[in-house]
């Protein structure tokens, strides 16, 4: 197969962490061709998506004392093209948040790859849906209490009523902007304001999950079914478990709770051609799908004694060539 990866610059992508390199190494070893490109190197001609591609080799990490050891030439590039996408068997779009208008632009012109020699993942349309904050509220009875508002009166009557609450941007990753917000805190008001610029930016905002300091649960989903979890545990100094900000990956399982929840996502995530997804998952609570370059992989991968990247690329193989 030749397969198409829509990312970030290749030379910030971390080989022992980003699940993009997992699956990339992975289609790199079972033989497939492994392209990729940029969302401003995607272009619309006579009707049809192309791209200015690259095809890369890789150099596969190997796990040294509990953990992943990359050499320092871990990828090359073979050679470069422009090409229509619909060449590929499967593009990944795995650009990382923000989805901001260029993310937007980006899927418009993924639609005008063609779906009966090509598949997305994940959809274009599924991703323009799913708001990886805001897709969650479908699923009401798996989550904690939950708004989404711009306004200061409002969002004060939930802190009051909840005591604590987390605040979250709708557009952040790796928890950039997430804050802690507590009823008479005297800050209260002027992170508020921050937060939603002065009312012009809407904002969710959950109730505070004591079992937070347990950990947040990353469990990825494909093709709406569960294949592995990680549990993130927050730093000493920290409410947030993301491991951005330092949360520590511990190994973990999924519970029969988490399993009701995953019941409840799966089906709507297939529905809207979302075929790899990050669920999260706080004392039994749904807090976020995240859908646009779920991570995870690696982490999974060291604590479980799996290989996630190997099974995606198994599942491509099984859907695509058979």
């Not at 804050?179 to 109730?207: A, C, H, Y």
Request: hydrophobic share 45%.
């Amino acid at each position: 197969m030749k397969l198409a990866f829509i990312i970030d610059p290749i030379d910030r992508l971390d080989p022992g962490h980003d699940s993009t390199v997992a699956m990339m190494e992975a289609a790199y070893l079972k033989g497939h061709e492994v392209w990729i490109t940029a969302i401003d190197q995607l272009h619309v001609v006579e009707g049809k998506a192309w791209a200015k591609l690259q095809s890369l080799r890789f150099k596969p990490v190997r796990l040294v004392d509990g953990r992943w050891e990359a050499p320092s030439d871990w990828y090359r590039v073979e050679a470069e093209a422009f090409l229509p996408l619909e060449v590929m068997q499967a593009v990944f779009m795995r650009k990382d948040p923000p989805a901001d208008a260029a993310y937007f632009y980006a899927t418009f012109m993924l639609d005008y790859v063609d779906p009966a020699k090509t598949l997305v993942i994940n959809s274009p349309d599924g991703l323009r849906k799913a708001n990886e904050k805001m897709y969650a509220l479908q699923f009401p009875s798996a989550m904690p209490k939950t708004q989404v508002s711009t306004g200061m009166s409002q969002i004060l009557k939930f802190v009051e009523q909840n005591g604590k609450a987390v605040l979250k941007p709708l557009d952040g990753k790796a928890g950039e902007g997430i804050l802690f917000l507590e009823w008479g805190d005297r800050n209260l008001k002027s992170m508020i304001e921050i937060s939603t610029q002065r009312g012009q930016r809407p904002v969710m905002l959950q109730e505070y999950l004591p079992a937070a300091r347990e950990g947040d649960k990353r469990i990825i989903l494909l093709e709406g079914e569960p294949i592995g979890a990680v549990n993130r545990v927050p730093a000493a100094d920290e409410f947030r478990g993301n491991m951005a900000v330092g949360g520590r990956a511990d190994a973990t399982v999924i519970t029969p709770r988490e399993q009701e929840i995953c019941a409840q996502v799966g089906p709507v995530v297939q529905r809207d051609g979302l075929y790899f997804v990050g669920i999260d998952v706080i004392g039994g609570f749904l807090t976020e799908v995240n859908v646009t370059s779920p991570t995870g992989i690696r982490e999974i991968d060291r604590l479980s004694d799996v290989r996630l990247g190997d099974q995606v690329i198994e599942w491509l193989e099984r859907r695509l060539l058979q």
